[in-house]
């Protein structure tokens, strides 16, 4: 059902007016955690002074550790809906078990699929039930054929409002977290006919590779870009070293946008 060879004209997901995947470069900004209100609403401010209309921020988090800080759960996504009504901004946040679906519909507008569990595949079906969009993120060492069967089991389901997401697979390269699969956004575009994200954030794992990589990933076809903003990485929660401040989001913003005009 994803194929192109079973619909070739592009999906178009449209999420608070933004047509994801008409065109026009779509772009998912928030910090990695959501960590308390103030938190949120400071970064929530500087996307919508840029026109911004998404904001991202996870509620529950997939950690290496169990001692690691694991999201604030409920809480987190209540701050996310105040934030949304206060804003204007449609909420993308991840959710990582069946049981948590019912309860988020009424806070999130994207479902946010993580990395880890790209192949939990009674996840997929159970977000495949609903009719909210979906961001699917790639497993850590997901194949591209892997990847697209995971959309499959969701829109198998019924649910068409499916986005791809790029985020680096795991390689024997150390300089970056993950490696930038940046030729998956073409075959991703080729072999589906669904929206493709690129997360310069999680793939990179470095700050001074967010802007060259968004670049790129416009550059290739890409129908949007994700990346981190908190208001003082040095204290986040989690990704501390790997996220934006909001200066340097103001930065990274500017330069994209030029970036843009020259297309
Ligand atoms: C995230 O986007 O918050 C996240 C945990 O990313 P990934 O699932 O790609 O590791
Ligand atoms: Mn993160």
Redesign the pocket.
Known sequence: LVSRKKKSEDTVININGEQIGAGTPTFVFGP?SVESYEQVAAVAASIKEKGQKLI?G?AY??RTSPYDFQGLGLDGLKILKQISQEYGLAVVT?IVTPAHIEEALDYVDVI?I???NMQNFELLKAVGETNKPVLL?RG?AATIDEFIHAAEYIMSKGNENIML?E?GIRTYEKATRNTLDISAVPILKQETHLPVFV?V??STGRRDLLLPCAKAAIAIGADGV?AEVHPDPSVALSDSQQQMDIPQFNAFYDEIQKFMKQY
């Open positions: 990695c991202r996870g988090k997939p991840e946010q993580g990395a880890r993120k850590l997401c985020r997360d954030t999680h994700m």
